[in-house]
């Protein structure tokens, strides 16, 4: 297999959060986001990260005629039973803010002791050569820490500022973003990915 068609690859994500930290770390391929080919938003249908990782990844390749990276990722609460889980982006609604999300999250954990607030960040990475790749692409990460009682931080985004990072003391939006790209589940969903990527197509990513 080769990836010699692969030199560019449409980033399937409207998240400026995420691209920003795809980027950084595939910074040696051309990778395009989504934006810049109008790209529709598809339908996240699937109840799994996987199954809307294939979907988003599929639409962009479609749509582009280009191979395709996408990212679905989440939180996970074990107090809430696994929620907000796939619904991650649009937990208090479709549309809503990071800050509606969050605030939802604080609001339904507020009974919860601290100590059983334990959740993770989840990271599904797909890469797809064209629309009907039979044989996608698929790496995961976990990320394991904890819900704050409230938001602190200014970087990062999403759930960053209520995450608390164990072994850093701080909460993920803490976090510079290269200490978070190296520990993160999207650090190292992407690690995995380009390692799988390298060992099918023989050349470095
Ligand atoms: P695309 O589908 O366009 O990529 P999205 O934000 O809708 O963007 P998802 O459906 O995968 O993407 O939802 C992921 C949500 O999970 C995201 O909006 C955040 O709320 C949260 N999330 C994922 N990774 C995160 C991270 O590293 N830090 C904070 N929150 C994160």
Redesign the pocket.
């Known amino acids: 297999m080769t990836i010699r068609d692969a030199q560019q690859i449409v980033l399937?994500?409207?998240?400026p959060?995420?691209i920003r930290?795809i980027q950084a770390i595939l910074k040696n391929q051309t990778i395009i986001a989504q934006s810049q080919f109008n790209v529709p938003?598809a339908e996240?249908t699937g109840t799994t990260f996987v199954e809307?990782a294939i979907i988003?990844a599929r639409n962009a390749a479609e749509f582009c005629k280009m191979p395709a990276i996408?990212?679905?990722?989440?939180?996970v609460v074990d107090a809430l039973g696994g929620a907000p889980g796939v619904i991650?982006?649009r937990y208090a609604g479709v549309g809503a803010s990071?800050s509606e999300?969050l605030e939802k999250l604080l609001n339904d954990l507020q009974n919860v002791p601290e100590e059983q607030k334990t959740a993770r960040?989840i990271?599904v990475m797909v890469f797809l050569q064209h629309a009907n790749d039979p044989f996608p692409i698929i790496a995961q990460g976990v990320w394991e820490g904890q819900i704050l009682p409230a938001p602190v931080g200014e970087n990062?985004?999403?759930?960053?500022p209520v995450?608390f990072v164990p072994g850093y003391n701080c909460a993920?939006a803490q976090l510079s973003p290269e200490v978070k790209n190296s520990i993160?589940?999207?650090g190292k969903a992407l690690k995995q990915l380009t390692a799988l990527m390298e060992n099918i197509f023989k050349t470095a990513i």
Do not use: L, P, Q
């Open positions: 399937a994500s409207g998240n959060g995420k930290e938003e996240e809307n988003k996408a990212d679905d990722s989440g939180i991650s982006a990071d999300n960040f990271c990062g985004f999403g759930y960053d995450f993920s993160s589940h999207r």
